[in-house]
């Protein structure tokens, strides 16, 4: 990494996000945050971050793109069932298309604004649900267009693809945030800080990891 360079963390109070922007305080010399309303079940993420980021010393930037929940029907953006498991044939309902293109794209331009060429992303192949999306390939695919797009030299670094969520916790705790990222963040697809619901799709996955990691430790 270079410290001598400043970066911009998509940031949405979560696991993930926590995690990485913690990372980038760690590896970069100042850090921008940006966090969205897309439409989501609860805006109680959008408090959670705004805190966090608060905690951290760190600028906070919030961007309506809520246009995204008008785009197509998903269980995070409207009123349908959420899939608890994945489907043997799909990736699960909670996929939003097109959110992490549209995401990168919005931060590639506010990047710019700032002077910033790095961009910071919590996406996962690891432990992913099959969302497309969060694969190593789109986000290079992804990185590529948008320098052509823009003629810029943006770097999207994504420091948990290939961790899974066991690893997550470990890289919070090598970071010296692991309480934070166990009680402050927002991970629960039904708006509840911590440990959530616990039987969402995301808390289940925090769960297992966390419960992984501790048994190791």
């Not at 921008?32 to 309303?37: K, V």
């Not at 919030?62 to 998903?74: K, P, Q, T």
Request: with cysteine; glycine share 6%; proline share 4%.
């Amino acid at each position: 990494m270079n410290k001598k360079e400043p970066a911009l963390v998509l940031f949405s109070g979560g696991q993930d996000s926590t995690t990485c922007l913690y990372w980038a305080i760690e590896n970069f010399s100042s850090v921008r945050t940006l966090c969205f309303t897309y439409g989501q079940r609860h805006s109680k993420e959008v408090e959670v971050a705004q805190a966090i980021a608060g905690h951290a010393g760190v600028p906070f930037q919030l961007l309506d793109a809520s246009i995204i929940s008008r785009l197509s029907v998903n269980s995070l953006t409207s009123d349908i069932v959420m899939d608890q498991e994945k489907p043997a044939d799909s990736y699960p309902n909670t996929f939003v298309p097109g959110r992490n293109l549209l995401f990168l794209t919005f931060a590639a331009v506010i990047a710019r604004s700032h002077g910033i060429r790095h961009i910071v992303t919590g996406v996962s192949e690891a432990d992913y649900s099959g969302y497309p999306d969060c694969r190593d390939t789109f986000i290079l695919s992804a990185n590529a267009s948008i320098n052509l797009a823009m003629d810029e030299h943006f770097q999207i670094h994504t420091p948990l693809m290939w961790r899974d969520k066991t690893a997550v916790w470990q890289l919070a705790d090598q970071l010296g945030v692991f309480d934070i990222v166990r009680t402050q963040t927002l991970t629960c697809y039904n708006g509840i800080i911590a440990d959530g619901c616990g039987h969402c799709p995301a808390c289940k996955l925090r769960k297992q990891g966390l419960e992984n990691y501790l048994k190791n430790i």
